[in-house]
């Protein structure tokens, strides 16, 4: 089991910047590559970015790129999204995910964590 725990999150004017953090405990995260997910209010959850299990190779939705980089410290079992000149589009829940396979479909990951608020307002 693995459990993720987000944090970062809160109430930005666009513009801003944040880092959004995911904390790995359990066993063997370094097993599993990372993703970061969004969610708004009444749409599906999407597709941020990932980071593969060893920290060397990245993916950042197309539409993000540019903006949102995500990075992995795998001494200390963490993920990060760092999301820049963010926008009200942006505003979401964003869920870190562990998943065994490389891949950009939520339905990959096995472990969620409960996620975190980012709202971009003025």
């Known amino acids: 089991q693995v459990q993720l725990v987000e944090s970062g999150g809160g109430l930005v004017q666009p513009g801003d910047s944040l880092r959004l953090s995911c904390a790995a405990s359990?066993?063997?995260?370094?097993?599993?590559?990372a993703g970061w997910f969004r969610q708004a209010p009444g749409k599906d959850r999407t597709f941020v970015a990932i980071?593969?299990?060893?920290?060397?190779?990245?993916y950042v939705s197309t539409s993000l790129k540019g903006r949102f980089a995500i990075s992995r410290d795998t001494a200390k079992n963490t993920v990060y999204l760092s999301m820049n000149s963010l926008k009200p589009e942006d505003t979401a829940a964003y869920y870190c995910?562990?998943?065994?396979?490389?891949?950009?479909?939520?339905?990959?990951?096995?472990?969620w964590g409960q996620g975190t608020q980012v709202t971009v307002s003025s």
């Open positions: 995910a562990a998943g065994v396979k490389y891949m950009v479909q939520p339905s990959a990951y096995e472990f």
């Open positions: 980071v593969n299990r060893d920290g060397d190779s990245t």
């Open positions: 359990g066993r063997n995260f370094d097993n599993y590559a």
